[in-house]
């Protein structure tokens, strides 16, 4: 009677993860398209649940000018990369790692969210419960931190 009270309790908490600001977010997400010619593309997949994120960045003297992607996330990936998509241009590469990172900690260590413009990212603090759902929600995060990284590559 316990386990089938706890999975009760598991899935109401899980339904809960999509609050309406989520989907608001993710309804209303910018769609950036691809870049015509990027300096780095990078492509992400969660195993666990088929969620996949290809992203191109242009950068300029460390600054991140240019972004697209294609996507196909649930609602946590799309929210995201739309909050991603709407801040990303015009920061600085470093700035964009810290948030990754940042992000990271909220999800896997219970650290606080980013702030800032990032502050939108805070309503994905709920996720940080269920760990099937952290690669999905951190997918952009990675797939442009792989973009950087082919970037980094090729500087002397």
């Not at 608001?24 to 969620?51: F, K, M, W, Y």
């Not at 219970?110 to 996720?127: F, I």
Request: include cysteine; aromatic fraction near 6%; charged fraction near 20%.
């Amino acid at each position: 009677m316990t386990a089938s009270r706890n999975t009760h309790v598991i899935k109401m908490d899980l339904s809960d993860l999509y609050s309406q600001r989520i989907l608001e977010i993710a309804a209303n997400q910018p769609v950036p398209g691809r870049l015509d010619h990027p300096d780095a593309t990078a492509r992400r997949v969660s195993r666990v649940c088929g969620s996949s994120i290809e992203v191109d960045i242009s950068v300029h003297d460390g600054v991140i000018t240019g972004y697209g992607h294609k996507l196909s996330a649930c609602a946590l990936g799309q929210t995201s990369a739309a909050i991603v998509a709407t801040y990303i241009v015009g920061t600085p590469a470093t700035e964009f790692r810290a948030v990754r990172e940042q992000m990271t900690a909220m999800l896997k260590a219970d650290g606080t969210p980013p702030a800032g413009k990032w502050s939108d990212l805070a309503y994905l603090e709920p996720v940080r419960d269920y760990a099937p759902r952290h690669t999905s929600t951190l997918l952009v995060f990675d797939a442009v931190a792989d973009a950087l990284d082919k970037l980094a590559l090729v500087d002397p």
